[in-house]
């Protein structure tokens, strides 16, 4: 099973940035690049909340509401990395934040944020928006 590491966490005042990233090896099956990642979020005392998602070839991204045109999504298939570009913070945006394998062959609009469906998950890595 895929190893999944993230890291980039950390505490931030409302506005600022932060980009994190996910390091993924041990693939059994496939290579990163076979695969959509995506990253997923829970705050305290909340259930995990899809934030986006991102095509095995990087040619395709997807944003919740709430991350759109403040999150961007990338992906080095070379490095084996994700990363999610965060600006603009807010403190509802405080939260552990987790990426997350995709074994699915076929992904639209309509099913990028089932989680359920989500195979491999990090660690997490904690991110705090506080003043």
């Known amino acids: 099973q895929e190893l999944l590491v993230e890291s980039g966490g950390g505490l931030v005042q409302p506005g600022g940035s932060l980009r994190l990233s996910c390091v993924v090896s041990r693939f059994g099956f496939g290579s990163f690049s076979t695969y959509w990642f995506h990253w997923v979020r829970q705050a305290p005392g909340k259930g995990r909340e899809w934030v986006s998602g991102i095509r095995n070839d990087g040619t395709e991204t997807y944003y919740a509401d709430f991350a759109k045109g403040r999150f961007t999504i990338s992906r080095d298939n070379a490095k084996n990395t994700l990363y999610l570009q965060m600006n603009d913070l807010k403190p509802e945006d405080t939260a552990v934040y987790y990426c997350?394998?995709?074994?699915?062959?076929?992904?639209?609009?309509?099913?990028?944020?089932?989680?359920?469906?989500?195979?491999?998950w990090g660690q997490g890595t904690q991110v705090t928006v506080s003043s």
């Open positions: 997350a394998k995709d074994p699915r062959a076929y992904i639209d609009a309509r099913t990028v944020d089932r989680i359920s469906e989500f195979n491999v």
